[in-house]
């Protein structure tokens, strides 16, 4: 029997499907619409900047570095352009195989696989790393004819630091190198506009005046927008801002006085700091030995490093920065001028010198074993008395010492605009108490005192400061800021800035003390221990002698060169300034372990001079006789010194610098 359908139910099932059907494809297209309207109109532009990143990239234009120049305008540091093979490892599958295959193209020594793989391990895999420098045309063009063999490698033309004139005045222009991982670290912590300025930017500042002016040196990075293709590289250029290159930063030093201050040092070690005292310009800042920054520009190698680093001598310490000494004698004047500013002695003053002074059951030795007799300021400083000083310190206490030196600057931060300086020590009560743990040795005792007064005992100050001292005392007690950096210079518009210095500060000293002093100082030069040198200067100056121990001996034993060894020799020193009249110059010298100050420090200084006042350079054999300590007074005819030029071939290419 057939079933009757009931049509009726059968259409209103159809019906409702095809509504259902209806409903979920209007729904599907409503969901595709709405989609589309976010993609299209809500997330347009982010959208439409994913897809031009992805055709597009942005690059850094890292800008040309400034140059640095000395006072007269010579080259001390500038870029040159060369080739670099590089490698960007996130690239590269076998690093070991491509490196070996690049050998056979182009080569590679040990040291610059193992400057790789150092910086391998300091990098991001995504940054491209120098492998080789300084490749020759005949390199990148092997290697170009190649390269579809080497994803990953690329031959780039890169800016190198240059520094003409090798080790000259290393210690003050400093040197660049590469970014380290601790350096990345802190810059993280700049400004999001100062970070962005170092995209792309490998090297920076370590050292001197690369270090202290790196701002003004590194000038404003560029960005150019590029098309690439699928392979991710570039195609065409579509935008471009430029880069701005960083400023020209001017400093006070000369570098043929510079270079002629080390040449003198010969294998010596010491340092010389020359300041103009009208204005606290440094115009001679050194320290012996010094070290080549080209070695740095690269990645030094393992075992430039080593000689360097492992150095009995210490090339990389700036030792007219860091390095600290007792100023022994050089002391005294400033000791004179405390005497008479506190009221505790006047010049005319006069004690005994048997050579010797008793503190007690202490026995302070002077003049070996002949006194000088009655010694009144003047001969005091004339004629370096002992006695006079020990007792002057006694007088004074080592708290009233204290506060008169420091505004001189000893054993404070000058603020001279190059990092790294350090305090050294100006002793004082207060200073023990901070500086020593135990009570017993907190204490201050009496007899600590005596030696202060003759430059020895916890004193321990740098060159730079007694330099800084003796430019204040020439100035008439008005302090300046010692700076390196006297203006900045637009590479565009070749306008110059002059930097901007502190203002001078009056100590108040009285006219009449400071003459007195400055006078004993012009004494030393015509009867006193520095009188052999100085003997037919065409000019008159002022200066101190000074002997520094670099070891302690017993008050009963007798100090015998023979029998010490090098490094335990005393120091030579010696302060002085010129012309006597009005100062342009005023200078603090050591020759380490050298011995009398007159004999090593002194000819140094009456070159300076010599070169600043007179025009004067020394001839070949006077200069030979300097680095022996074998000359006092100069030796035969000088030379002119502006028409020496120095070394010819290097001045020459410094005034070929664009």
Do not use: C
Not at 385 to 404: I, K
Not at 426 to 450: D, F, N, V
Not at 632 to 648: D, F, N, Q, Y
């Amino acid at each position: 029997m057939t079933e009757i359908r009931n049509v009726e139910a059968d259409l209103a099932r159809f019906r409702t499907r095809v509504l259902v059907g209806g409903l979920a494809v209007l729904l599907g297209f409503g969901l595709l619409a709405a989609r589309m309207v976010h993609l299209q109109v809500t997330r347009h532009e982010d959208l439409q900047a994913q897809a031009e990143s992805n055709r597009t990239a942005v690059l850094p234009v890292v800008p040309n570095r400034g140059q640095i120049l000395d006072r007269y305008g010579r080259v001390l540091a500038s870029n040159y352009s060369a080739y670099t093979l590089e490698i960007t490892p996130s690239k590269v599958q076998d690093m070991d195989a491509t490196i070996e295959a690049l050998g056979e193209l182009i080569e590679i020594q040990p040291r610059d696989k193992r400057r790789f793989r150092k910086l391998l391990e300091e990098s991001r895999r995504f940054d491209s790393l120098p492998l080789r420098t300084r490749l020759t045309d005949e390199e990148v063009a092997r290697f170009t004819v190649q390269r579809y063999r080497f994803p990953g490698v690329d031959v780039r033309a890169r800016l190198f630091r240059q520094y003409p004139h090798g080790d000259a005045a290393s210690h003050v222009i400093g040197y660049i190198g590469r970014i380290n991982q601790r350096e990345k670290e802190q810059m993280d912590d700049w400004p999001e506009e100062e970070q962005a300025n170092y995209r792309g930017t490998d090297y920076i500042g370590k050292l001197g005046a690369e270090q202290s002016y790196e701002r003004e040196l590194h000038g404003i990075t560029g960005f150019e927008r590029v098309e690439t293709s699928a392979g991710g590289r570039a195609v065409r250029s579509l935008a471009s801002t430029p880069a701005t290159p960083g400023n020209t930063v001017v400093l006070s030093i000369d570098i043929k006085l510079q270079k002629l201050v080390e040449d003198m040092f010969g294998e010596r070690r010491g340092a010389l700091v020359a300041i103009d005292p009208r204005n606290g310009e440094i115009l001679a800042f050194v320290s012996k030995p010094t070290f080549d920054p080209n070695l740095f520009v690269e990645g030094i190698d393992v075992e430039n490093w080593r000689a360097l680093n492992e150095s009995v001598d210490k090339p990389l310490l700036n030792r007219a920065l860091r390095g600290t000494y007792p100023p022994g004698s050089t002391y005294k004047p400033f000791m004179a001028l405390a005497a008479l500013e506190t009221g505790t002695r006047k010049a005319e003053t006069a004690i005994n010198d048997p050579g010797y002074w008793m503190f007690g059951n202490h026995r302070f030795r002077s003049h070996g074993d002949g006194g000088l007799g009655s010694v009144n300021m003047y001969r005091s400083i004339v004629k370096s008395s002992n006695v006079y000083y020990y007792s002057l310190a006694n007088e004074m206490g080592v708290d009233t010492m204290h506060d008169f030196m420091a505004p001189l600057g000893f054993g404070q931060i000058t603020g001279i605009d190059l990092r790294g300086e350090v305090r050294g020590v100006l002793p004082s009560q207060a200073w023990k108490r901070r500086t020593y743990k135990r009570p017993e040795q907190q204490k201050w005792y009496a007899g600590e005192t005596i030696s202060l007064g003759i430059g020895q005992g916890y004193n321990n100050f740098t060159m730079l400061q007694i330099a800084h001292a003796m430019a204040t005392l020439a100035a008439g007690g008005v302090r300046h800021t010692p700076h390196l950096a006297i203006a900045t210079e637009d590479v565009v518009t070749r306008q110059r800035t002059l930097l901007h210095q502190e203002a001078p500060v009056a100590l108040g000293f009285k006219p009449e003390n400071i003459a007195t002093v400055l006078n004993a100082m012009h004494g030393v030069t015509v009867e006193g221990t520095g009188a052999g040198v100085f003997a037919g200067a065409g000019y008159l100056s002022g200066g101190k002698t000074g002997t520094a121990q670099a070891v302690t001996i017993g008050q009963k034993d007798r100090y015998d060169v023979r029998k010490l060894e090098e490094h335990q020799r005393d120091h030579s020193l010696y302060l002085a300034f010129a012309p006597l009249e009005q100062p342009q110059v005023a200078l603090a010298v050591i020759v380490e372990n050298a011995g009398f100050g007159a004999a090593h420090a002194a000819p140094i200084a009456r070159r300076v001079f010599d070169y600043l006042l007179m025009d004067q350079y020394p001839n070949p054999q006077d200069l030979a006789a300097v680095q022996k300590g074998q000359a006092g007074r100069p030796i035969g005819t000088p030379l002119k010194a502006s028409e020496v030029s120095w070394p010819p071939e290097q001045e020459a290419a410094s005034a070929a610098q664009p």
